[in-house]
């Protein structure tokens, strides 16, 4: 499987992650479109929220207590940070392995 997250995950690609955990972890975006822009990403290889079940959904519930721990760390949590999940093509998803955006460390504008 070609995928950047993946290979993430496997620690086949050198990153420097914020917080990681067997389930999942957390790194700054590349592009970032805030003064903090994280992705949360679980290890395990989900297309996209659809793609969630029972057996795979506790990555979530980690996915949770990691966004929790490090907006913490970064001290955004009381001013406040959005997530976002893009959820396929008219979601604008670009990269096919769920993931969740984090935004903050500024006052954001509207939502569309």
């Not at 975006?29 to 506790?58: C, E, G, M, R, Y």
């Not at 207590?65 to 999940?85: F, N, P, W």
């Amino acid at each position: 499987m070609d995928c950047i997250f993946c290979k993430m995950a496997n620690h086949e690609l050198a990153v420097d992650f914020l917080y990681e955990t067997e389930q999942c972890f957390v790194i700054r975006d590349i592009q970032p479109k805030a003064k903090v822009h994280l992705l949360a990403i679980p290890k395990v290889h989900l297309v996209s929220f659809n793609d969630i079940t029972a057996d795979n959904s506790s990555s979530l519930a980690e996915i949770g207590l990691a966004i929790k721990t490090v907006v913490r760390k970064l001290e955004i949590a009381d001013s406040g940070y959005r997530i976002i999940i893009n959820n396929g093509e008219h979601g604008g998803q670009e990269v096919q392995h769920l993931h969740f955006h984090i935004l903050g460390g500024e006052r954001l504008g509207k939502m569309v």
